[in-house]
């Protein structure tokens, strides 16, 4: 009986010790980071760049069949039966060709956003791991906190290392880009 008491003392004082122990816990705000970061903002701004042309011929393309629509309801009750019949035929095969223009643009949009998304997680995930090595922190949390108090979160400290990773002409403030717009269907 003195042996099972003195051995559940023991087992007790060992769990308090371990419990008593000071951990180092951060938390990073990974959507603040991918608004913040200069790379995120470089990645908006290259893509919004390289799909501009294509948005801008769907857009002119659109436009182009909006007007053929309204030259039919004008001017349907005055054309001869074969204009009209034409100009229906071909605001159908430019409707089709339209609708698959801009199937193709949110395709390869979503795909090169996805491309560039990758890289800037990963370089994310490596500086979280710097800045969480280089102030001693012994964990950090990122998806699914709920709350985490400004004491323990590192996400300033991490888009500064960010900002630290990014080339100095990258990093000059430009007006803030948005995502290029989807084509009107």
């Known amino acids: 009986m003195k042996f099972a008491f003195m051995f559940t003392i023991a087992g007790v004082l060992a769990a308090q010790s371990v419990m008593a122990e000071d951990y180092k816990i951060g938390a990073v705000n990974t959507i603040r980071l ?36 309204d030259r039919l309801a004008k001017d349907a ?20 060709e339209l609708k698959r223009s801009q199937d193709e643009f949110r395709e390869d949009l979503t795909f090169r956003r996805n491309e560039e998304m990758a890289k800037i997680q990963k370089e994310i995930i490596e500086a979280i791991q710097s800045v969480a090595k280089q102030n001693g922190f012994d964990v950090v949390l990122t998806e699914g906190v709920i709350y985490a108090s400004p004491k323990v979160d590192i996400t300033a400290l991490v888009v500064d290392a960010l900002k630290k990773r990014t080339p100095a002409s990258a990093t000059t403030p430009a007006p803030a880009a948005a995502p290029a717009p989807a084509p009107k269907q």
């Open 77 to 96: 009750a005055i054309m001869s039966e074969t204009e009209r019949r034409n100009l229906e035929r071909d605001i159908i095969n430019d409707r089709r």
């Open 34 to 69: 991918l608004e913040q970061s200069p790379q995120a903002e470089n990645m908006r701004t290259q893509i919004e760049k390289e799909f501009a042309p294509k948005d801008r011929e769907l857009v002119a393309a659109q436009k182009k069949l909006k007007d053929m629509e």
